[in-house]
């Protein structure tokens, strides 16, 4: 005698938008694609183009090759700068080798850059709030001169830093940081230094920003919270970050296989959403595998629209 399948548990889904890919990203990706579909495979990639596992996986398969260091790469083929931004001698070393070299880093990035550089020219003491040796980070830290900025991590480091001339200090900051973390720092740092110039335009970036306010609207909602991204992903980490501080158990996966239902048990509602590297591909991959146990309801929690698009390299375009 057959027995009928007892009927899956309702379980909410809150979608959080804006979430996945940015401008910068979605540039980045598109300029190692249009440089295999004009130069032909390979073409080398110094460092990971997005810091997303399966982004990497898919352009290997198209005929891009990743690599640390520029010295890995034959003078011969195309090369991509990663959308991280790289230190000036990258380029140099480029040039010196006569290659052909597409510089992918994120326009936001580069703002920094310039910031940076315009504070140096003033005869400014520069503080770069970051995280020490994500790539972001050594690339703005490789704009000036060895010792020129002074990297700050945390509210502690702030309050013990010790520049030359207290009324003459700088500040910028990796575009992927915690909010409010930075907040707390930059909170410090004006504290002890008030007359310390500040950024025209905040550099944390508009969807770093974005994705984490929309994360503190689906956490206060939700019991679990899911954020699709790499390990490696600052982005993606800070989110997980901000939901948990929201009051969610909150979880980094890399895609649908990484989902523990264990982590489900007696939730009623889940959040879901994805760092600014991570596809759409992989939500919809964790949706299937939630459908698969679950009576599914979803809704998509809309908190900001975002339209910003960054133009490609002229020679790609």
């Given at each position: 005698?057959?027995?009928?399948?007892?009927?899956?548990?309702?379980?909410?889904?809150?979608?959080?938008?804006?979430?996945?890919?940015?401008?910068?990203?979605?540039?980045?990706?598109?300029?190692?694609?249009?440089?295999?579909?004009?130069?032909?495979?390979?073409?080398?990639?110094?460092?990971?183009?997005?810091?997303?596992?399966?982004?990497?996986?898919?352009?290997?398969?198209?005929?891009?090759?990743?690599?640390?260091?520029?010295?890995?790469?034959?003078?011969?083929?195309?090369?991509?700068?990663?959308?991280?931004?790289?230190?000036?001698?990258?380029?140099?070393?480029?040039?010196?080798?006569?290659?052909?070299?597409?510089?992918?880093?994120?326009?936001?990035?580069?703002?920094?850059?310039?910031?940076?550089?315009?504070?140096?020219?003033?005869?400014?003491?520069?503080?770069?709030?970051?995280?020490?040796?994500?790539?972001?980070?050594?690339?703005?830290?490789?704009?000036?001169?060895?010792?020129?900025?002074?990297?700050?991590?945390?509210?502690?480091?702030?309050?013990?830093?010790?520049?030359?001339?207290?009324?003459?200090?700088?500040?910028?900051?990796?575009?992927?940081?915690?909010?409010?973390?930075?907040?707390?720092?930059?909170?410090?740092?004006?504290?002890?230094?008030?007359?310390?110039a500040t950024p025209h335009k905040e550099d944390i970036c508009y969807a770093t920003t974005n994705r984490q306010e929309a994360v503190k609207?689906?956490?206060?909602?939700?019991?679990?919270?899911?954020?699709?991204?790499?390990?490696?992903?600052?982005?993606?980490?800070?989110?997980?970050?901000?939901?948990?501080?929201?009051?969610?158990?909150?979880?980094?996966?890399?895609?649908?296989?990484?989902?523990?239902?264990?982590?489900?048990?007696?939730?009623?509602?889940?959040?879901?959403?994805?760092?600014?590297?991570?596809?759409?591909?992989?939500?919809?991959?964790?949706?299937?595998?939630?459908?698969?146990?679950?009576?599914?309801?979803?809704?998509?929690?809309?908190?900001?629209?975002?339209?910003?698009?960054?133009?490609?390299?002229?020679?790609?375009?």
């Amino acid at each position: 005698m057959s027995h009928p399948c007892p009927q899956h548990p309702p379980l909410a889904v809150l979608l959080a938008s804006p979430r996945g890919f940015c401008a910068g990203v979605d540039r980045a990706i598109q300029i190692v694609e249009r440089a295999i579909s004009k130069y032909g495979a390979p073409v080398y990639v110094r460092h990971e183009i997005v810091h997303n596992r399966h982004v990497v996986e898919r352009l290997k398969t198209l005929g891009a090759i990743f690599v640390e260091e520029l010295e890995e790469c034959p003078p011969d083929r195309p090369v991509v700068f990663s959308a991280h931004g790289v230190p000036k001698t990258v380029p140099a070393e480029a040039r010196a080798r006569r290659m052909l070299y597409l510089d992918a880093t994120c326009p936001l990035v580069s703002k920094v850059h310039v910031e940076a550089g315009r504070h140096f020219d003033a005869g400014r003491e520069i503080v770069l709030i970051g995280h020490a040796g994500h790539p972001e980070v050594v690339g703005t830290l490789g704009q000036l001169p060895r010792g020129a900025v002074a990297l700050i991590e945390t509210v502690e480091d702030a309050q013990t830093f010790t520049p030359r001339d207290p009324a003459n200090v700088a500040f910028i900051t990796q575009t992927t940081l915690s909010v409010d973390d930075t907040a707390d720092i930059v909170a410090a740092l004006k504290a002890r230094f008030p007359q310390i110039a500040t950024p025209h335009k905040e550099d944390i970036c508009y969807a770093t920003t974005n994705r984490q306010e929309a994360v503190k609207v689906v956490a206060a909602r939700s019991d679990v919270l899911l954020v699709l991204g790499s390990a490696n992903s600052s982005n993606s980490v800070r989110l997980a970050e901000v939901a948990g501080k929201a009051g969610a158990r909150a979880y980094l996966i890399d895609d649908a296989s990484g989902l523990d239902l264990a982590w489900l048990a007696g939730a009623k509602t889940v959040g879901l959403t994805a760092g600014a590297s991570a596809p759409e591909m992989l939500v919809q991959g964790v949706i299937d595998r939630l459908a698969q146990s679950f009576q599914l309801s979803i809704e998509e929690i809309d908190v900001k629209r975002e339209t910003v698009i960054f133009k490609l390299p002229r020679v790609l375009a």
